[in-house]
């Protein structure tokens, strides 16, 4: 992987001392971290495999200090990463050796719920949770509920435009933004979309929305908020193999339902979970589907009778369906606690992200299979199958010699694959460091170049979050000439 | 490459090169809407044809010149659609200018609009470039966003070749229903609907009169028609009711004054600007002439802002038709044109009037 080598494309030569000194001036001494002990916990985010420590952290109290920073950040062309909770999987906090994080932890008020307009006006450092938390007594909440939503904060949402488990029903973070207000790079405020449900010009919400922090620093944001549906159950079944389980997930759509989640887990998954929470799954799956439904109890009733039809036509072994709302958060939690889950059983994991057609899926999972014997890994897999979005999780050892570097091949593998497949690299967790060299698998050099030429639009001198998200083009060519004419045996066949 | 796309390659990098501004038209169903465009046409039609549909994937991509009639035609043979339900204005209206023009129907403010179902596109660039972005998956954060911010940006960013856009299924059951209330009352009945489990898919208020269509499983719409306990309208008028909306064939709709759409938050109130029709749940709000700066300064001073979706080129040359934007997103803004067309040959002043 290639985080010390995309870093050292973008070095910067800051005066630390003198940054230090006039950053002090616009800061409480507690707002300025500079001893490296100070530093050292904000040296990874999620992904922990990369770490590297910044030259500071501040952690500002408000807009106004937000700004105050990024002038003088901008004075000095000293490069900002922003920072909210640090759980992103991609390296997109990951700090830079010569930058500044920017903690977004302490901008973490609810400004305004307006239950009439249905909106909540925030500060980037609001976990999701609470915004859901804070809209239930008005029967309302927010949808995207990516599984870190307990810690995850709206403005790494934002940054990432997050999913969740209910996206193919109630869309990303991007389908649920109204406006984004924010500073550029020299400290300029912006704000993108408005009040109503779309803004003159440029749909710039859309781009500022899953920029991964490189284009603006964002300080306020309105979020959507859903009406609670009245009722929700969820449907799970057993298959004897995964082929079957993807024929369902086809099966469902095809019936012209839009379950409101729709997810799979693999044998190895079932495994890893099931003795860690006793959500009560299947142990002898190989494959198991979890399809939520939701609405009125009539819409309901309706929904689940039909999902259950096509369940049991596609060659489900055991159909369930939750009877109370205990049972049915009992079956989520399996899912949602697969990451830990699977974290017991390895002393470290990669999480992939790659999205494929749906009718992919049994193709690709037979394919990791073959990987898995070949680098002599193990992979539980769980995915979004009502969107396509799949996360195998990579067991490796860090402290074993050639592990990471095994495991890093692995996941590039899958990734190309899904691209060979009609997919993409990354679905919801974002390109960040780890996945930035694999851009070029995915788009040519004509579109890094544009990429870049965006990216110049919003931050000119270049200092939001260096080195992530985009390739330079010399690394891009380097990635094309490198796989050319290689093809693994894996590829080869599909 | 398909000898249509080099032959406009051919012919952008020569006018590029010339310094020749060009102006690219579809089946032209809506060149009425936007900024002054001048410069050489430049049909782009005929480079039609769905290249892929997948029911099960809920994922369609077509060629730009490919009509919306005929994309409806395929998607309704396997119970798909677009639920943003963007608005044809003509009978050859195409992919293309969908995405370009960026409008969205009736169903807008609950399914979403055009920019929600974009998954990908491909693009002929002011430079002569091909470029795809996004895809054909429905999760997809690789790249920054180049796709949703082609929709509503009127070609002056680049000639979309292919798109590739989300289908849902149809909704089961529909039933529209008409209730008589007055302008504020219906705005608060709209707001607090929305805020309930409802299936209301697209509402319009206008001269008393609130219509609501309700969209989704047949017992939720069925509870929610004896819930709000109007009066129902039968299918077929129903059907002809929401297309004169979405196509602008109402009455309201006609005649040679200057038509104004402003995009509001729902819940502002009454804006007592003239005869206005109310769309979008509060959102979308439609008025016949008035004073474009009392209108602008209405917009603005809620949130939202003021298009002047119709108007003769006189009123649009001394007013502009979209809102003017602050200095930084202007800035921004010419930034982004010159990174896609540097030589600024695609749609000169469609969008805002120096670029």
């Known amino acids: 992987m290639s985080f010390d080598a995309s870093a050292s494309d973008w070095r910067y030569s800051v005066d630390r001392a003198a940054l230090i000194q006039r950053l002090s001036a616009v800061l409480p001494a507690e707002s300025l971290l500079v001893d490296e002990e100070d530093l050292r916990p904000y040296e990874s985010d999620g992904l922990t495999a990369y770490r590297c420590l910044p030259s500071l952290v501040v952690l500002p109290a408000d807009e106004s200090q937000v700004r105050a920073v990024l002038r003088i950040c901008h004075q000095f062309r000293a490069p900002v990463v922003p920072r909210g909770a640090a759980t992103g999987l991609s390296g997109g906090a990951t700090p830079h050796p010569d930058g500044v994080v920017v903690s977004l932890a302490r901008l973490k008020k609810i400004l305004r719920i307006d239950p009439l307009a249905r909106t909540a006006v925030v500060q980037p450092g609001v976990r999701n949770l609470a915004v859901s938390e804070a809209a239930a007594p008005y029967g309302l909440y927010y949808a995207p509920d990516p599984s870190s939503q307990i810690a995850c904060t709206i403005g790494g949402n934002v940054a990432e435009n997050s999913g969740g488990v209910h996206c193919l029903k109630y869309g990303l973070t991007v389908h649920n933004v109204l406006r984004v207000r924010g500073l550029t790079s020299d400290g300029e405020e912006v704000e993108f979309g408005g009040g109503g449900l779309d803004a003159p010009g440029y749909d710039l919400l859309a781009v500022v929305i899953g920029s991964e922090g490189l284009l603006a620093l964002i300080t306020e944001i309105t979020v959507r908020l859903t009406p609670k549906p009245l009722l929700a159950q969820v449907a799970i079944a057993s298959f004897a193999d995964v082929r079957r389980a993807g024929e369902a997930v086809a099966g469902i759509i095809a019936a012209g339902i839009v379950p409101a989640g729709l997810e799979m887990m693999d044998r190895k998954a079932i495994h890893a979970v099931e003795p860690y929470v006793n959500a009560g799954y299947d142990l002898d799956a190989e494959a198991i589907l979890l399809c939520e439904a939701d609405g009125t109890p009539d819409e309901v009733a309706e929904e689940i009778a039909r999902v259950r039809t096509v369940l049991e036509n596609s060659g ?179 | 490459m398909d000898p249509l796309i080099a032959e406009w390659q051919e012919r ?15 089946s032209g169903s809506k060149t009425f809407y936007g900024g002054m465009v001048s410069g050489t046409p430049l049909e782009v039609a005929a480079y039609r044809g769905i290249i892929a549909y997948e029911p099960t994937e809920l994922v369609v991509t077509a060629r730009a010149g490919t009509t919306l009639r005929d994309l409806a035609a395929v998607l309704a043979e396997k119970g798909q659609w677009l639920p943003c339900e963007p608005p044809h204005f003509g009978p050859s209206a195409t992919v293309g200018g969908m995405l370009a023009c960026g409008l969205s129907g009736p169903g807008r403010a609950t399914a979403g609009a055009v920019r929600d179902f974009v998954l990908g596109v491909k693009l002929l660039t002011g430079n002569g470039e091909v470029l795809s972005f996004g895809g054909q998956v429905m999760k997809n954060v690789a790249g920054y966003d180049v796709p949703r911010l082609i929709a509503g940006s009127l070609g002056t960013l680049g000639l979309v070749l292919e798109v590739s856009m989300k289908v849902l299924p149809r909704p089961v059951a529909e039933k529209s229903i008409r209730l008589a209330v007055g302008e504020r009352e219906a705005l608060t009945w709209l707001n607090r609907w929305g805020g309930q489990p409802l299936p209301i898919s697209a509402s319009v208020w206008h001269q008393g009169v609130l219509t609501v269509r309700l969209s989704g499983a047949a017992a939720a719409v069925a509870a929610a028609q004896e819930k709000l306990a109007g009066e129902a309208l039968d299918e077929s008028e129903a059907a002809a009711f929401w297309w004169a909306l979405r196509e602008q064939t109402h009455d309201f709709f006609s005649g040679e004054a200057p038509l104004w759409r402003l995009s509001l938050p729902s819940v502002a109130g009454p804006q007592d600007l003239g005869t206005t029709l109310i769309e979008w749940g509060g959102a979308q709000r439609w008025l016949r002439g008035g004073d474009p700066a009392t209108l602008r300064a209405a917009a603005s001073a809620v949130g939202g802002h003021a298009t002047l979706f119709r108007g003769d080129p006189a009123l649009k040359a001394a007013i502009g038709v979209f809102q003017p934007l602050s200095a930084p997103l202007l800035r921004i803004h010419r930034r982004l044109k010159t990174a896609f067309d540097p030589h600024g040959v695609l749609n000169h002043g469609r969008l805002y009037p120096d670029f």
């Open chain 1, 316 to 494: 489900a072994s055991e159909v369930r369906v939750s009877v109370s709302e205990a049972e049915r958060l009992r079956f989520w939690a399996g899912r949602k606690a697969a990451f830990p889950a699977v974290g017991r059983m390895t002393p470290d994991y990669l999480c992939m992200d790659g999205t494929i057609p749906r009718k992919r899926l049994a193709d690709m999972l037979e394919a990791i299979e073959i990987l898995s014997t070949k680098y002599g890994l193990r992979c539980a897999n769980v995915f979004h199958a009502g969107d396509g979005n799949l996360h195998p999780l990579i067991m490796y050892d860090a402290n074993r010699p050639g592990e990471l570097d095994r495991a890093a091949a692995f996941g590039a593998e899958i990734l190309e694959l899904s691209v060979r497949f009609g997919g993409t690299i990354t679905g919801e967790h974002g390109v960040g460091l780890e996945k930035v060299d694999l851009m070029a698998a995915q788009f040519g050099c004509g579109e890094i170049a544009a990429f870049h030429r965006l990216k110049a639009a919003f931050d000119e001198p270049g200092l939001f979050n260096p080195g992530k998200g985009v390739p330079t083009l010399a690394r891009c060519r380097e990635y094309i000439l490198a796989r050319a004419g290689t093809t693994s045996s894996i590829l080869a066949n599909r």
């Open chain 2, 12 to 26: 952008i990098r020569s006018a590029a090169a010339a310094g020749e501004r060009l102006v690219l038209r579809g």
